[in-house]
């Protein structure tokens, strides 16, 4: 649709590359795209776009920079109500708004913007606690967008018409492997020499990791790197589970920094224990790493309607151990995976088959 008005509205920045990935394609497309959202902390963002970015989102709260959590949070918590105000002036300039995050849902709800058109993704639906909060959020929009069956099945189950939902997948994070300035694993791993098991993002207790931890006690002839800041979970406790052959970079990776992490891992690992998508399943996806994936949600439909990586049980270390031993002393289990894993990004999972089925959806929409 050449020359549709599209607002894709992330107030938060809670899906950042998601964000600037789809309004890079879309534009590619000939959509006229604007992202609105607030100032990114925790590395750069694109600078090359043909899309506008309108960081107008808690101007005060991101001024405190990216150290200042406990502060932050309040200060947004004053600046969410009038920063939802002024977005419904701006929103009047656009043919469809498509919401990617509402941070406070049941006062957004009372903030939405009327006409023109709205469509929100639910990035997860799965994690989502609140079932009547979900059902109502998804009833004030006119299209739904989730990135799995397991996400529109979930819908239908809690009452959402499902004329209403879409399926559209989340993709490859193909942006990170051609980082310009790309930085080197940090010299004390740079030195490492065996194999290397990686986890990466941050560490919150729905992924897994303590899992992960008690299967790697089972693991021989590796290492395990988790990477990623802890959130919600205790680093003591995490320190006390690891073995000797694990190691932790505690912090936020940035972009830059990520590949050098993919590119050394000879398998990834997603241990989750619920979840409907991951973005670093989709980063995994565009390094064709081989990947061994909780058998939950669409994780599961990856794996099964592709092949890009080896399911199992979630929550069972031993079974984990088992699968991460297979792959790491099977060499050509490993190519088969990666080869199918760089042949889903190319396919179902590329931005641009994405913003193409994004466009039909608006086009619907403007009906």
């Known amino acids: 649709m050449w020359g549709v008005r599209v607002q894709l509205v992330d107030p938060s920045g809670d899906v950042t590359p998601y964000d600037h990935s789809l309004a890079a394609a879309l534009a590619r ?15 750069p963002i694109p600078s090359n776009r043909d899309y506008a970015l309108s960081e107008t989102f808690y101007r005060w709260a991101t001024a405190l920079g990216p150290r200042s959590r406990r502060a932050r949070r309040a200060l947004k918590l004053l600046e969410h109500g009038p920063g939802m105000l002024r977005y419904r002036r701006r929103a009047r300039q656009a043919d469809v708004l498509h919401f990617q995050w509402l941070p406070l849902e049941p006062l957004d709800l009372l903030l939405l913007p009327r006409p023109p058109p709205r469509a ?4 997860n639906v799965l994690r989502r ?11 004030r929009m006119d299209a739904v967008v989730v990135h799995t069956r397991a996400g529109a099945a979930e819908l239908e189950r809690l009452g959402v018409d499902p004329e209403q939902v879409h399926v559209i997948p989340h993709g490859a994070f193909e942006h990170l492997t051609r980082q310009p300035d790309e930085r080197p694993l940090p010299p ?7 194999p290397v098991v990686l986890y990466f993002g941050t560490l919150r207790p729905y992924k897994g990791v303590e899992v992960l931890l008690e299967a790697f006690r089972r693991v021989e002839g590796a290492e395990l790197w988790v990477v990623g800041h802890p959130l919600g979970t205790s680093p003591r406790r995490l320190r006390e589970l690891a073995g000797e052959r694990v190691r932790f ?13 993919f590119r050394r891992a000879e398998v990834l690992v997603l241990p989750h224990l619920k979840v409907d998508q991951s973005g670093v399943l989709f980063a995994g996806l565009a390094f064709g790493k081989p990947m061994v994936l909780s ?12 092949g890009a990586g080896r399911l199992v049980p979630p929550g ?12 790491l002393t099977d060499a050509d289990q490993r190519r088969r995976l990666a080869e199918a894993a760089a042949t889903a990004a190319a396919g179902e999972f590329s931005w641009d088959g994405i913003a193409r089925r994004t466009l039909r959806l608006y086009e619907d929409l403007l009906r």
């Open 129 to 139: 606690e609140r079932e009547s909060l979900t059902r109502r959020v998804a009833q």
């Open 120 to 123: 929100m993704t639910m990035h």
């Open 188 to 194: 004390e791993l740079e030195r490492v020499e065996g």
């Open 29 to 43: 497309h000939g959509a006229d795209v604007e992202l609105v959202t607030s100032r990114f902390l925790y590395g």
């Open 295 to 306: 058998d939950v949600g669409g994780f599961a439909e990856l794996a099964r309607d592709h």
């Open 316 to 327: 069972d270390p031993r079974e984990l151990a088992r699968a991460l031993n297979e792959l």
């Open 249 to 261: 970079v505690s912090r936020y990776v940035t972009d830059p920094e990520a590949p050098a992490f």
